[in-house]
């Protein structure tokens, strides 16, 4: 999915900037990140 950098909800996570479609797609990461993350939890 492409999200627009200017409109997207952002979130800070260890010195890098990640954004989100939704605010309810930032909360979701910001509540388990490592969820969503390469190599993460399944």
Request: charged fraction near 30%; charge should be positive.
């Amino acid at each position: 999915m492409e999200v627009n950098e200017k409109k997207a909800a952002k979130f800070n996570y260890k010195g890098k900037t990640y954004y989100f479609c939704s605010p309810s797609c930032k909360l979701a990461f910001k509540g388990n990140p490592n969820k969503f993350m390469k190599g993460g939890e399944k």
